[in-house]
């Protein structure tokens, strides 16, 4: 066999109060994909970051290409030929697309950057991984996961030895998938080691030659993709099995909604969404289901008042309500979990229990704080209901691992009691023994007469969880799916068919 | 005590030193008369408008905000009061329209800030050229001197310790203790490092960034009446001149970073105490007066250096790489 390109010896990592890795060796091949596995918090990312130097072991060694290196920083590892796509896209969001892409490597004549040779050369990295947009537009005006795509762009754009790639899919479309495989393919059998970080297994058992597992910071075991089955793998990341998978498949009172909570007529914004009518009941699951930038998120966000809405009017229990703001949403009892955590989410600089209560917090006012032996109780309540990790209270929100951030944020909605809860790629990062979990939680949440309106890029999911499919297509709702067996490929049916055709009630 | 909090402390313990060495008697308090006195009452007493304005400023700060305008605001409440007491009114009634008016130049530039959505650096920018200018309009370009007892109490008068630090420590506990044990400072903080989320998290962001703005204009507005007050004028072109920089550095000595987020309170009073015995030490140890601004900024870019993230963990003991 040959030399492996990347050979990690006996590492470990620490942080106050927390051993993120112990002893851990991974080995990485020229021209293979090696899917890097486990729970949320196991330590991929720190992996990744110990080995692109953001993080400095405090034992072990990392061997790049049969040499002894020790980055000072992520730059250093780029110039080595280590390209990364860290998991939290690190760029910067007031650059156009095409400054983010060929940050540092902008083209130049005399010196001075050639803008137009940057636009056309951003352009073609862009359509090498067969994303249309405009280069010239600022990344802060593109939704998560075209931000995503324009790292992946970045990072392959860069001609090396080693690509990694920290949950690149979390909020991706199967068919921008399909795409990045493609492209990661292709630099595969040119060579190119690829580390690849992902929770959806169907992705890993596809493009994944080889696996590593991690849990609690120790490395369980490698294996070839071939003789490791789902099951198997799915018991080394969580050291159990997995049960609550297929109790969801039968949620009992699907279909068995409420009373109209809130109803949404004619409700619109420019350039965002065109105008729809939509009803949320008690008790009731709707999920969304489209493509990227189809408007599911720009839906969400005109509910609860994120954006303002320029036509149309939203009834809660009957009465209009006045949006003008989150505020006012959330005083109907309307709460939104967005799908970008860490702009929109969490406040990283805080702790777990101040983000946790932030928003009953804000809901209070700030002259009465929320005292904090309840604080304490509603903490500990949710860390263990979520399975956070660590389980601190103190501990930095930003700090936990991706997953747990997730759930963190969910959390958070959670504690304020809402009446309808709009979840805007809720398990984005999360594991699949805790994705499961949410989805159970989902259900349970919505037996008790919350309403949830549920957005995810994996169809199976928002159709195993919601009563009720409203699909979207170039910004505008086209059809909308109920019934009991309610299945995927009515779905992609309607998300893929030719755009003109009105809206359609459709119950199967 | 917190880590960051260490190196601000041995700065201010190691200025002191360098004082006792040059003045044997620098550390020397006597009674007089009820009163304190000794060098280090007079760094108190001089520090006060300083630490004042700081602790407005470590909350506009802790916002992602930063406001030039409190010298300019200081020489309005010192010309107002003033003016009014030398056209014979009354000194309380004067501090009392000089507050108000602070108060309505906090609402401007919170209002420019929050509302307009202008970068707090130039929204405040505005009121620091101008406010001098309305400075000298109310003062009508004269240094006006007044000679009433009363009103010299604020920056000049004694209950043990100087009226003025008694003033601006209480308003440090005042603050500590109205942010910490309610909700606010999570809040504010809470805006600081991430507006967006915290905007969605339904917390009223408008109405903090609004609130911190006053609030330090209040401060500022009594920091000029202690100028003014202990001089017994008013000087519209020089009362609290670059105060609005010792007050920013002040702030971020003491820990606070001008990226918003996490603020500390003890940090600006170690860092407002920094300030003033820095000035003081330039005097006794008899800095030419043309190189006290360099012999300061050296200083306070040591403190700052010492602080950085970067220069921090290259100064922390490196643990051994194991070899296998
Ligand atoms: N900067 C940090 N400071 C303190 N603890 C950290 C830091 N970064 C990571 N950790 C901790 O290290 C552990 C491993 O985190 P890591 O981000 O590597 O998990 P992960 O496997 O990538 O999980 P996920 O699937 O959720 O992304 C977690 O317990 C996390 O809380
Ligand atoms: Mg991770």
Redesign the pocket.
Known sequence: MTEPVVDIRGIS?E????K??QEVDFRLFPGEVHALM????????????ALTGV?RPVAGEVLLGGERVAFAGPAQAQDAGISTVY?EVALCANLTVAENILLGREPRRFGAINGRAMRARAAELLARIGLRVDPRSTLASHPIAIRQLVAIARAVAIDARVLVL??PTSSLDADEVAELFRIVRVLRDEGVAVLF?S?FLDQVYEIADRMTV?RN?RVVGEWTTAELGRLELVQAMLGRELGVLDELEHRPDKGRAGEPLLVAEQLGRKGAIAPFDLTIRRGEVVGLAGLLGSGRTELARLLYGADKADTGRVLVDGEPLKLRGPRAAIEAGIAFSSEDRKGEGLVADLSVRDNLILAMQAARGWARPVPRKQADELVAKYLKMLDI??ADPD??A?????????KLLLARWLVTRPRLLVLDEPTR???VGAKAQIQKLVAELAADGMAVLFISAELEEVVRVSDRVVVLRDRRVVAELSGVDLGVDDVVELIAATPGAEPEKVAS | MSRRLLWPVLALVALLLVNVFVTPSFLSLRMQDGHLFGSLVDILRNGAPTLLIALGMTLVIATRGIDLSVGAVAAIAGAVTCTHIAAGGDPFSGMAIALALCALMGLWNGFLVSVVGVQPIIATLVLMTAGRGIAMLITEGQIITVDNPAYRQIGAGFLVLPIAILISVAALVGVALVTRRTALGLLIESVGVNPEASRLAGVRSRTIIWTVYVFVALCSGVAGLMISSNVSAADANNAGLWIEMDAILAVVIGGTSLAGGRYSLTGTLLGALIIQTLTTTVYTIGVPPEVTLVFKAVVVLAVCLLQAPALSRALAPRRKVVLP
């Open positions: 990592v942080f106050p109060g927390v993120a890795l486990g729970e949320n918090g196991a330590g991929k990312s720190t992996l990744i970051k993080h998991q920290d949950e970080v929770h991690l910071g990790r660590p501990a930095l930003g700090n936990l691992s991706g997953g747990n951030q997730q990062g999360i594991d």
